[in-house]
């Protein structure tokens, strides 16, 4: 935009424009709707069980029935799309439970889509939470210390995406940073006749502090070391394109940005750049931190939640993924 281009005042007076709520909406350049949102939530095996995870005030691990019945009322306020994270009973090395033909994943996709059909399931495809040790990959001990192999970690992933399709997941949605994992789960998709089924890929994946309260919610806490050896260093902008790239030219269909309010940048730059549907993930602590204060009086919840999500939006997002979908669907709703 050249100043040229621009009004000067006293004949360019950008008040005029503000003068009420329906003028304000009128030159809107950023709309905020229930359509856009998605829930992400814990399921863990059992029945009748609501476990609260402390650092997030209002977000519950949940035995299927209990998830099926917070989904219900999420969906009727409208919320469209569901993320789903699954905690096992059981971990090993292997992450069997997350290729598990009735695992809790699968098992809650299908009770999901049998009983709101027009449901959207999307379903992560990581290993981490299956895993004894934590991480999203297979580990390879040796005296210099573990190694995260990468290219046997993707027959797992691939895997795994492929029961979750089989058990009706309307996107799958890899989030562990492997190279060469959208590539994989494509070709195994397409294989086992799912090509229809689109591919979610948390494409931009920052290791973040961002991700504490997650930790404790998907009980996926790496036993040693950390993650920094699969994603992505906060300081890198152009590497976060080229993974974002490398995800579009694997077969990835929506590319995501996470977490998303200390990332919004990099939400801009792959939105502008590529221009693929992107989503952005507000993660744990955007919304603890966010819970926290308003909890104390310090913030007012609901208009703090509103204005971090319009920005994802004015930044590209497409997608919201937000732990306050329903909260946000009903405040939309003006109720
Ligand atoms: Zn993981």
């Known amino acids: 935009m050249s100043l040229e281009s621009v009004g000067r005042f006293p004949l360019y007076r950008p008040r005029r424009l503000r003068q009420s709520v329906a003028l304000r909406q009128m030159v809107s350049e950023t709309q905020l709707n229930a359509s856009q949102l998605v829930l992400p939530l814990f399921a863990r095996p059992g029945k009748k069980l609501r476990r609260p995870i402390g650092s997030m005030p209002g977000?519950?691990?949940?035995?299927?029935?209990?998830?099926?019945?917070?989904?219900?009322?999420?969906?009727?306020?409208?919320?469209?799309?569901?993320?789903?994270?699954?905690?096992?009973?059981?971990?090993?090395?292997?992450?069997?439970?997350?290729?598990?033909?009735?695992?809790?994943?699968?098992?809650?996709?299908?009770?999901?889509?049998?009983?709101?059909?027009?449901?959207?399931v999307i379903t992560d495809v990581c290993l981490c939470e299956y895993m004894s040790h934590g991480h999203c990959g297979i580990v390879q001990s040796s005296p210099r210390g573990a190694r995260i192999l990468n290219d046997p970690t993707l027959k797992l992933l691939a895997r795994t995406a492929l029961s979750h399709a089989e058990a009706g997941a309307d996107i799958v949605a890899p989030s562990d940073m492997m190279d060469g994992r959208v590539r994989a789960i494509r070709d195994t998709l397409d294989q086992g006749g799912l090509e229809e089924t689109p591919i979610m890929a948390y494409a931009a994946k920052f290791a973040s502090a961002f991700y504490g309260p997650f930790r404790e919610a998907a009980e996926s806490t790496p036993k040693f070391g950390d993650r920094r050896s699969y994603q992505m260093h906060g300081a890198n902008a152009r590497e976060a394109l080229r993974e974002v790239a490398l995800d579009i030219q694997e077969g990835a269909d929506i590319v995501m940005v996470k977490p998303a309010l200390a990332y919004l940048d990099i939400l801009y730059r792959v939105k502008t750049e590529f221009g693929y549907p992107t989503a952005a993930y507000a993660v744990s602590a955007e919304y603890s931190m966010i819970k926290a204060a308003g909890a104390k009086g310090w913030i007012d919840e609901k208009a703090v939640v509103l204005e971090t999500l319009l920005a994802m939006r004015r930044a590209g997002a497409d997608i919201l993924i937000t732990y306050s979908a329903a909260d946000v669907a009903r405040w939309l709703a003006g109720k």
């Open 59 to 120: 977000v519950f691990q949940l035995s299927p029935d209990e998830l099926l019945k917070d989904v219900t009322e999420a969906h009727a306020a409208g919320v469209p799309a569901v993320l789903l994270f699954g905690i096992p009973d059981e971990k090993d090395e292997k992450a069997s439970g997350a290729y598990a033909r009735n695992g809790i994943v699968q098992q809650t996709t299908k009770l999901l889509k049998r009983e709101l059909p027009d449901l959207v």
